[in-house]
Nanobody, 124 residues
């Protein structure tokens, strides 16, 4: 079993930055595909960024390309999402997720493990 604990959300003004963290336990995160989803009120949960096993490749949703960076600290068994130049439309609950292998489906039910979610609110 894999347990994920995500944190780092908060309230920030437009143009600001936040770094989300996802601490994994029960299995080495470097052997997992890790992703960050977000869900805004009234909208479906969508994949924002993902990183492959052993950091072989990454994925970013178009609206966050150039602003968000996903990374992994193997020693800490933690995955991060650095979010810069935040916009009000980035406001959502962000969830860390994991699955055993590639690819990076934008289908939440295909990811087996989830964090509890962390709220990100960007004010204009």
């Amino acid at each position: 079993q894999v347990q994920l604990a995500d944190s780092g959300g908060g309230l920030v003004q437009a143009g600001g930055s936040l770094r989300l963290s996802c601490a994994a336990s029960g299995r080495t995160s470097s052997n997992l595909v890790m992703g960050w989803f977000r869900q805004a009120p009234g909208k479906e949960r969508e994949l924002v960024a993902a990183i492959g096993v052993s950091d072989t490749y990454t994925y970013y949703r178009d609206p966050v390309k150039g602003r968000f960076t996903i990374s992994r600290d193997t020693a800490k068994n933690t995955v991060y999402l650095q979010m810069n130049d935040l916009k009000p439309e980035d406001t959502a609950v962000y969830y860390c997720a994991a699955r055993a292998s590639a690819p990076f489906p934008n289908i939440p039910s295909m990811w087996g493990y989830w964090g509890q979610g962390t709220q990100v609110t960007v004010s204009s």
